[in-house]
């Protein structure tokens, strides 16, 4: 079974993606990785981020071990939709993405085009969203737990413009595909949007 979820920033992607994917013994690919990886590669080697014939070179180059190390933070996030608008890097990574996704015993993907692009076929497609301030506060609530001190307004608005690159750029746009389900989030715990993702999971399976 392959599983595609996609959807914006601090929707729940990874936290659904990751118990899906323990609950169903299915290995998960985070694609965001990725293109967090090739934008903090660039920015590391002082390469022009806005150059998509650079770009495509440093994805053609990305090796597992650019994928370690602190990438999940909000410099990367915003190194990365940068680097994603430029179709030389999203064509870089297909390939790597679709052998992932055609594991015998199935994968758990999520992204923003993995059910648009990636894997148009896959069994479940799940859009995940929540509203703009749900997922600031999210954010925020994160780095408050690891003791660091980040005003909402500005997680608002970096949330606010990561979403607006990655809806407007003509590659690979975050937009649901047509036979997504989409789970708005908003007013769900964690335990609730598993719940419901599970449901959708079962529903899916029985087709
Ligand atoms: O992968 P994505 O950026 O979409 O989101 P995430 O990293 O899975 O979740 C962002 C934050 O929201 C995490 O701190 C989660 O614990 C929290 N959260 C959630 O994922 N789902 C909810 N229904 C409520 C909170
Ligand atoms: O966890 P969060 O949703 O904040 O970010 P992420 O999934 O790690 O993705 C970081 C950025 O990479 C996104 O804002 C997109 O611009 C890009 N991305 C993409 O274009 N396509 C994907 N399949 C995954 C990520």
Known sequence: MIIAIDGPAAAGKGTLATRLAARLGLPYLDTGLLYR???RTMADAGADLDDPEAAG???RALRPEH???DLRGRESG????RVAVHPPVREALVAFQRDFAARPEGAVLDGRDIGTVICPDADVKLFVT???EV???????ELAAKGRAVDYE???AEVRERDERDSSRAAAPLKPAPDAV??????LGIDEAFEAAVRIVETAARR
Not at 182 to 187: F, M, N, P, R, Y
């Open 135 to 141: 997922r600031a506060r999210r954010r925020t609530d």
């Open 67 to 69: 994928l370690s190390g």
């Open 130 to 132: 929540a509203s703009a």
């Open 37 to 39: 990886a090739i934008g």
């Open 57 to 59: 070179l440093f994805a």
């Open 182 to 187: 989409l789970l708005d989030t908003s007013a």
């Open 78 to 81: 915003e190194l990365a939709s």
């Open 154 to 156: 500005r997680i608002l």
